[in-house]
Nanobody
């Protein structure tokens, strides 16, 4: 059974930091490029950070560059999103995404999301 389980969300003050985790199971994690998306109320889901290849150099949305960092630990089947200098506009539900490469190309999985609220 494929699972992506996000954790680490919560309420944080502007300027603060959070680290989100996404634990993967049920698929060959090392063969999947991982990414983070977010969706704010009333808005479409948007890309936050993406690996083009598993463990490759990531890309970030312009508004997150320099503040957010995606990383992965293949031994723990986990991808992380370190978020620093958080702003109220970062408030959203954050989702992790896994996209298969090579033999697994075309397979795509989503987590259930974790809420991040940036407010004083």
């Amino acid at each position: 059974q494929v699972q992506l389980v996000e954790s680490g969300g919560g309420l944080v003050q502007p300027g603060g930091s959070l680290r989100l985790s996404c634990a993967a199971s049920g698929f060959t994690f090392s063969s999947y490029a991982m990414s983070w998306y977010r969706q704010a109320p009333g808005k479409e889901r948007e890309l936050v950070a993406v690996e083009r290849t598993p463990g490759g150099i990531p890309d970030y949305a312009d508004s997150m560059k320099g503040r957010f960092t995606i990383s992965r630990d293949n031994a723990k089947n986990t991808v992380y999103l370190q978020m620093n200098s958080l702003k109220p506009e970062d408030t959203a539900v954050y989702y992790c995404n896994a996209e298969g490469t090579g033999w697994f190309r075309g397979r795509k999985y989503w987590g259930q999301g974790t809420q991040v609220t940036v407010s004083s």
